[in-house]
Nanobody, 124 residues
């Protein structure tokens, strides 16, 4: 049984930073891509970032480029999203997702496993 457990969400002010982590279990973590998605109140889930199985390839939504950095530690089965210069529009529940292939994808249908989500709230 694959499990993804996120942590690191919280309430911060605009311009601050947060670091989200996701620990995976239940399958060979290093064989699959990982991703982060988010869902703001009243909006659909959207892609944030993804990383390939090796960590060499990363992808970002335009809205977070230059501010967010995704990384992974295959020895610790962990994927991390470093979020800097946060903005109120980044407020959302952030979900860690486990891919179905090694490639860093932006389409949510390419991810089979999802965490429970962690809330990130950015105040003005």
């Amino acid at each position: 049984q694959v499990q993804l457990v996120e942590s690191g969400g919280g309430l911060v002010q605009a311009g601050d930073s947060l670091r989200l982590s996701c620990v995976a279990s239940g399958r060979t973590f290093s064989s699959y891509a990982m991703g982060w998605f988010r869902q703001a109140p009243g909006k659909e889930r959207e892609f944030v970032s993804a990383i390939s199985w090796s960590g060499i390839t990363t992808r970002y939504a335009d809205s977070v480029k230059e501010r967010f950095t995704i990384s992974r530690d295959n020895a610790k089965n962990t994927v991390t999203l470093q979020m800097n210069n946060l903005k109120p529009e980044d407020t959302a529940v952030y979900y860690c997702a486990g891919g179905v292939s090694r490639l860093a994808q932006t389409d949510g249908t390419q991810f089979a496993y999802w965490g429970q989500g962690t809330l990130v709230t950015i105040s003005e």
